[in-house]
DNA sequence: GCACTTCATGTTTTT
DNA sequence: CATGAAGTGC
């Protein structure tokens, strides 16, 4: 068995001389004690409790700088797993920085899934793969689970394969394999959740594949039973470092365990108040446990903030205080004490883009006394990505340069999907998903009916569908121009195929194939670069004509995408390589140079941080999301409270959380209340800015002793008073039924009050009604279909102000 | 077999 | 609303 060692840097060089040429480590200057701790502790198991812009990251890179220069480990021997490509590229320059020359051999620093690749290629066959297997990402298997759907006569409209697909995720997650499935999972999936499982894996292993999941569970599997492979890394990894780890699952867990079993020398580095993927499987217990699962363990807390001024970690620590069973940590700063949190309500979410964007262009200039910032500074949070659009929308018409982070993916789109397809048809014809996808793409006239017949072939035979429908076409199986096309294509496949091969030569006598035969023949160098095979392939096939040929808006842009795709082949040796590279790497980091406001998800800010932060759409149902509580009740409220934690701390010098009480949804006007994180946010830190246009204020009109609303929202204690948020959740009526010119006005104070008993209502599901009782916002209605029922306030509205 | 229509259906978060 | 899937007519 070879060793895992693949670009032994450090080659001849014994690990006392190297001890002995070590130097006084610089990169030892400046940190903090809790720092260094974490550090110089090389030996055993190590918990790292780092919070939100407490040097973490330059701790880890410190601590693998130290253990490269004290001699502990060569490069190749340190296996550092992280969670995103963009953090191990990040990781990997710093501990370059740090070294004062490019890391040459850290091969095993990566994200779990590329470190997963790598050694599975090498074990393949232990779990009955070829190790050239590829890599399905969610799309391909979704595909694949819906054949096995059809196949296995299951209505496909009540038991979507994506609810399959989720299913399976989560035993993979909790490293699952199908005979392994509890018994209480059985029911799932109308009782034949486990069965599809088994069927699933079993097609993956035909067709030399594996999914996302695979990848860990197999290695994990692989570990569990050869202790020999296990006990080679073990050996061969002496320090293991993992970064956030509270974003584990249990087969990333296994997988780390069963890997430091040995000499325990795992640093773990995370922080359990943000984790905020639980609804991929991550598990917080993995880091509370952390002291139980490795005795004798060193903790060592990261409390010192260099990020946020102190109203900002207030404010955060305020919210985060709400979840139970924390590890606890308190962070402090000796920061200048800086802006309070600002917060801001506006009528709709339209509204809330258009104050955003205001304030934007505003604060480059510097306003309210504040410092200018540069649009690169600013970034807007939001819980779901589509409340991205409104700010997409509203920033185009007013010219305002933004980025949108973490979008839809380069690598997702059709046109690229596509063209990948090709390319993994050509590289492996045996990858009948690829095959699917292109086989009428573009149109070739080949629709159901000859499908099912290449299908049929190729399963009689044996074979792919590649072959199979080489076949179809040889017994004359697929009649007129379908055939003469799908012919065409497959010789064109064959063709495509030989090259990226070269031509074949004959070698001598002594040839280096040791197999005793006199000559042999070999494959030459290619003889055109794998661009221009990539480029020939879309033009040969007819995939760039048939962008050209399309009229629709959006095809010049694929076109450019198309292009794009070829110039990131350069970078790569061969097409193999490039797909390699695809399926694991999903991020699409633009790096233009350009002043931009940026726009991302939450999570994709974690590990991200912006002088200025706004944070809209703090609603009740919103955020914290009303699906997320559904599902997980207390367990996803505190997994939400986690992610607005992350988001506050996200933000250096200014922080602006908002909320709209109206807000299209569905394409329907839904009326919410203030997310109840806005409550606990502490008062002192907060600062309430009266909302423009609504109350008929300007910015900072807050005149105090204005009108009565103004007071309310100004008392010290007002923002959060059941009388505002009432008047929250009742605007919404006044929305769908009046025109937009009316929001200036000023809304009747009557409207406070709220509804009256005996009131006529309408409710969306239940129709009319009469309210017979009141508690809070909870309303108890007479509905004249329905019945009696309990609702709340927001989802009902007066009957005579229904538009229709 | 394909293009066009209507209809329904759903919106977290992603390696 | 906006996208995707099924249905319909050529």
């Given amino acids: 068995m070879s060793s895992p060692d693949e670009n032994d840097a450090f080659e001849g060089a014994s690990l006392a001389a190297r001890a002995m040429a070590a130097r006084p480590a610089p990169y030892l200057d400046g940190l903090n004690p809790a720092q260094k701790e974490a550090v110089e502790r090389m030996d055993g198991p190590v918990l790292m409790l780092a919070g939100a812009g407490t040097g973490k990251t330059r701790a880890l890179t410190a601590r693998i700088v130290h253990l490269l220069n004290t001699g502990r480990a060569r490069p190749n021997e340190i296996l550092a797993v992280t969670f995103t490509n963009k953090a191990a590229r990040e990781m990997k320059e710093r501990v370059g920085g740090m070294l004062g020359h490019a890391v040459e051999g850290m091969p095993w620093l990566g994200t779990f899934h590329a470190i997963c690749v790598k050694l599975l290629r090498r074990h393949a066959e232990l779990v009955g793969l070829k190790s050239n297997f590829t890599i399905l990402d969610t799309d391909d298997q979704i595909r694949l689970l819906k054949q096995l759907i059809v ?46 499982y088994e069927q699933y894996q079993r097609r993956l292993k035909e067709l030399n594949a594996v999914d996302f999941g695979d990848l860990l569970l197999h290695m994990v ?158 970034a807007i949070l939001v819980r779901a990505s589509h409340q991205m659009r409104a700010f997409e929308d509203r920033f185009l018409t007013i010219g305002l340069p933004y980025r949108v982070i973490g979008g839809p993916r380069f690598y997702e789109r059709m046109e690229i999907r596509d063209a990948m397809a090709y390319f993994r048809v050509v590289v492996s014809p045996d990858d009948d998903l690829a095959f699917e996808r292109i086989v009428n793409t573009p149109k070739r006239g080949l629709g159901d009916k000859a499908q099912q017949t290449i299908q049929r072939t190729a399963r009689e035979n044996g074979v792919s569908l590649l072959e199979g429908a080489r076949l179809a076409v040889e017994q004359g199986l697929i009649k007129g121009k379908g055939g003469g096309l799908l012919r065409v294509l497959c010789n064109n496949v064959a063709r495509w195929g030989r090259m990226t091969r070269g031509p074949l030569v004959e070698v001598g006598g002594d040839s280096v194939i040791d197999d005793g035969a006199p000559a042999e023949m070999v494959y030459g160098p290619p003889e055109i670069s794998h661009m221009e095979l990539a480029e020939i392939i879309l033009d040969e096939s007819g995939y760039t004509a048939m962008w050209q040929n399309d009229k629709t808006p959006e095809a010049p842009g694929r076109l450019e995408n198309l292009k794009e795709l070829v110039k990131a082949l350069e970078s790569f040796e061969n097409l193999q390589g490039f797909l390699e590279h695809v399926s694991l790497i999903m991020d699409n980091d633009k790096n233009d140079a350009d002043d931009k406001v940026s726009i991302m998800t939450l999570h994709a800010a974690k590990g991200l941080e912006f002088p200025a932060v706004f944070l809209p759409g ?25 992610l607005a934690y992350v988001g506050i701390t996200r933000a250096e010098e200014l922080c602006t959380i908002s909320f709209a009480g109206n807000r299209r949804v569905f394409g329907q006007w839904q009326s919410s209340m203030p997310s109840r994180f806005i409550d606990e946010l502490p008062d002192a830190h907060v600062e309430v800015l009266t909302p423009p246009g609504l109350y008929g204020g300007g910015y900072g009109a807050a005149t105090p ?6 007071d309310r929202a100004m008392k010290a204690d007002g923002y959060n008073s059941p009388g505002w948020k009432r008047l929250q959740a009742r605007s919404g009526q006044y929305g769908m039924s009046q025109p937009k010119e009316s929001r200036n006005t000023v809304i009747d104070l009557e409207a406070v009050s709220g509804f009256t008993m005996g009131e006529r209502v309408f409710h969306q599901k239940f129709g009319y009604g009469a309210i017979i009782g009141m508690e809070g916002d909870k309303l108890e209605i007479d509905f004249e279909k329905a019945g009696i029922k309990n609702v709340v306030a927001r989802f009902v509205s007066s009957s005579d102000d229904i538009p229709f």
């Fill in 151 to 196: 196949a296995n006569n299951i209505d496909d409209k009540r038991w979507p394969a994506r609810m399959l697909a989720g299913l399976i995720d989560g035993w993979k997650n909790r490293a699952l394999t199908p005979d392994k499935v509890p018994a209480a999972d059985a029911s799932a999936y109308n009782n034949r959740g486990t069965e599809l």
């Fill in 221 to 378: 599997v692989i570990f569990q039973t050869h202790e020999d492979v296990l006990e080679q890394y073990r050996r061969w990894f002496a320090y293991i470092l993992v970064d956030e780890y509270q974003d584990t699952n249990v087969a990333q867990y296994l997988w780390l365990r069963l890997l430091a079993g040995g000499h325990r020398n795992i640093c773990c580095v995370g922080d359990d108040d943000q984790s905020i993927y639980g609804w991929r499987g991550a598990e917080v217990g993995n880091i509370l446990r952390f002291e139980k699962d490795f005795p004798g363990a060193h903790v060592v807390r990261l409390e010192q903030n260099y990020r946020s001024t102190p109203h900002i970690l207030a404010a955060a620590s305020g919210v985060i205080a709400g979840n139970e069973g924390r590890l606890g940590k308190e962070l402090w700063t000796d920061a200048e004490e800086g802006e309070k949190i600002r917060l801001i309500g506006h009528w709709d979410g339209e509204e809330e883009a258009r104050w955003i964007g205001e304030e934007i262009e505003a604060m480059q200039g510097g306003t309210r006394g504040m410092r200018p910032f540069s649009l690169n500074d600013m």
């Fill in 618 to 642: 703090w609603e009740d149902g919103l955020f914290p999301s009303q699906r997320s509580m559904d599902e997980n009740g207390i367990k996803g409220l505190e997994e939400e409270r986690r």
């Fill in 705 to 710: 002793g204005g009108s009565g609303i103004e």
